[in-house]
Each structure stands twice: as structure tokens, then as C-alpha cells.
């Protein structure tokens, strides 16, 4: 029981820390890390393998 409880718990936290980015290139929208998005990091597109950064 209690397992099952921190293991929804790590995933509620987990998908909280994603956003959606669209990329500039093919203008899919894909879950990217929140703290590469705050810190302007260079993210990859999983559709066309673009690098972008994302202009929020």
C-alpha cells in the first residue's frame, strides 16, 4: 500500500515538471523538462531531431 502511494506520489511530481514546447522547425509539440525551458537550454524535437531553444 504504502509503495503504491510514493509511487503515484514521484509520478505526479514528475509530469508536473514538464511543459509543452512546439518546435520552430516542424511545429510539433512534445513534453520538454521544465527547468530546461526556464534556463533556456537547447531542447530536441523527437519528430524532426531539430535542436531549438524555446522563446516563451
Do not use: D, E, H
Amino acid at each position: 500500500m504504502a509503495m503504491s502511494v510514493i509511487n503515484y506520489a514521484m509520478k505526479l511530481f514528475s509530469s508536473a515538471s514538464t511543459s509543452a514546447a512546439a518546435c520552430p522547425v516542424c511545429g510539433l509539440k512534445s513534453a520538454q523538462p521544465l527547468s530546461k525551458i526556464r534556463l533556456n537550454q537547447t531542447m530536441l524535437c523527437p519528430g524532426c531531431k531539430a535542436l531549438f531553444i524555446s522563446r516563451r
